[in-house]
């Protein structure tokens, strides 16, 4: 593995272990020609997968980027960081096991959703705020006024 921070080609791996939910390899590395220390991951994946965009577009499936869209509906949330990684990692096994190699964006966005819906009402509210795209303070009434429970 090249190092991050002189490019030198041939670094060291001093330390592997699982991380806690096993679903990748942490390993700590050393750099022989600049001395510094740095960490990666490794992650087993079953496939290719290809974003299909409502446009027509098609782009890589990027991991870091369901993440990041997951942390920031979720910011200020009572929510573990290591649970929403677990929730990621989940998502990522069940695109990669539906035996299909290119994913319309939406049905990761509808996945997404689910998650969300199920572990936290607020977070589910701002990530279908963008995923909808809401225009108008209508739709997003019309949206939260689905979401109440039905007074007896």
């Known amino acids: 593995m090249r190092c991050p921070?002189?490019?030198?080609?041939?670094?060291?791996?001093k330390d592997s272990r699982p991380t806690e939910d096993n679903s990748a390899i942490r390993r700590r590395r050393f750099c022989p020609g600049c001395g510094?220390?740095?960490?990666?991951?490794?992650?087993?994946?079953?496939?290719?997968?290809?974003?299909?965009?409502s446009m027509g577009q098609r782009e890589p499936f990027d991991r870091?980027?369901?993440?990041?869209?997951?942390?920031?509906a979720l910011r200020k949330r009572p929510i573990d960081?290591?649970?929403?990684?677990?929730?990621?990692?989940?998502?990522?096994?069940?695109?990669?096991?539906s035996g299909e190699s290119e994913i319309p964006s939406k049905?990761?966005?509808?996945?997404?959703?689910n998650a969300l819906f199920n572990l936290d009402q607020v977070a589910y509210v701002r990530y279908a705020?963008?995923?909808?795209?809401?225009?108008?303070a209508s739709d997003f009434n019309e949206f939260v006024g689905a979401l109440k429970p039905e007074v007896p």
């Open 129 to 136: 705020s963008v995923y909808k795209d809401f225009r108008e």
């Open 5 to 13: 921070f002189c490019g030198h080609d041939d670094t060291q791996v």
């Open 64 to 72: 870091d980027k369901l993440l990041r869209s997951m942390r920031i």
């Open 36 to 53: 510094a220390r740095f960490t990666t991951f490794e992650r087993v994946q079953l496939r290719e997968l290809t974003v299909v965009k």
């Open 107 to 113: 049905q990761i966005g509808e996945m997404v959703m």
């Open 81 to 97: 960081a290591d649970r929403i990684d677990r929730l990621v990692n989940s998502l990522v096994r069940q695109l990669e096991s």
